[in-house]
């Protein structure tokens, strides 16, 4: 049975998706706050990411909110950490591209994946959350930038599999919002057992997430969901305009068919990113859970 649940992840205040600074934690709902919500709408699981909503990450802290999660009878599905291993600058014709990140940048980036790796043991999470993206053609050196990226992923996931904790490839920028081909080329060449998919369903290139909350009707993203979809363990379900009851920018009736095909059994995850939504967000939340929950009791 396909267990949902939520991202303990919400600004203080709209608009949405994400405050301007979005590295100052005062900008972020207290996460004890929203874990309560989360039980309060009686969803089955939550995940967390310590630099959104956390007050500390030191040790007594992180066990008091491990102790919540129990107490609510919320399994963490994962801890969600870094920015990717790859930079981005600006083309010629002003695009995004890819940029080879700093040696130091590049091992920080490592380090602060290794350091979620070991808050997601300590929390009992079975999985540690990191983006990876697509590389424009146009980038310089595309191929060593790609080699790098997928490096990077087996060193992490190497160290990962001695703390007992999967490396979860979540589709997203950077440096651009990938392709299917992208996925799938990424986890073949990474090659470790540990690694697996989550399948976000706004992250793709071409999608509402990406294109800020305009589809690019020349791209058929759910294309590239139906081409991952048999690797993913875990969804990220995307919530942009659901008050009148249905999620309006992205067809769920066509990823759930997606998912039945393959067998699909994993996680699901409520992420909430407000787009004029006439409700609050724990409304929100509550019509987005009601619509899923619907759409998983046809399958």
Not at 138 to 164: C, I, N
Not at 208 to 234: C, I, K, L, R
Request: proline share 6%; charged share 25%.
């Amino acid at each position: 049975m396909i267990k949902l649940g939520c991202n303990a992840m919400l600004p203080v205040a709209r608009p949405m998706p994400y405050p301007d600074n979005q590295d100052d934690q005062r900008n972020w709902q207290d996460v004890e706050k929203v874990i309560r919500m989360i039980y309060d709408l009686r969803l089955d699981i939550v995940d967390l990411q310590p630099d959104r909503g956390f007050r500390s990450t030191e040790p007594a802290y992180l066990y008091r909110i491990k102790l919540l999660c129990q107490q609510c009878g919320l399994p963490i599905g994962f801890i969600g950490v870094g920015r990717g291993f790859v930079g981005i600058e600006e083309g010629p014709d002003g695009r995004v591209v890819g940029a080879p990140l700093p040696e130091d940048e590049l091992q920080k980036r490592i380090t602060e994946v290794k350091v979620g790796i070991d808050q997601a043991a300590f929390m009992g999470a079975p999985m540690n959350r990191h983006f990876g993206g697509g590389i424009p053609d146009e980038t310089p050196d595309r191929d060593a930038l790609w080699q790098t990226m997928v490096h990077s992923f087996q060193e992490v996931a190497d160290y990962a599999s001695g703390k007992g904790v999967l490396i979860g490839l979540h589709n997203h920028a950077p440096a651009v919002a990938p392709t299917g081909d992208d996925i799938l080329r990424l986890l073949h060449e990474v090659d470790r057992e540990n690694l697996t998919f989550i399948l976000d369903t706004g992250q793709w290139w071409g999608s509402p997430g990406y294109w800020a909350g305009e589809s690019n009707p020349e791209v058929d993203f759910y294309e590239f969901m139906e081409q991952t979809a048999p690797h993913a363990t875990y969804v990220r379900a995307k919530i942009y305009k659901i008050d009148s009851g249905r999620e309006e920018n992205i067809d769920y009736e066509r990823i759930m068919e997606i998912l039945r095909k393959v067998n699909f059994n994993g996680n699901m995850s409520i992420v909430f990113e407000d787009r004029e939504n006439n409700c609050s967000d724990t409304e929100a939340i509550e019509l987005a859970a009601k619509y899923l929950r619907g759409l998983l009791a046809d399958r």
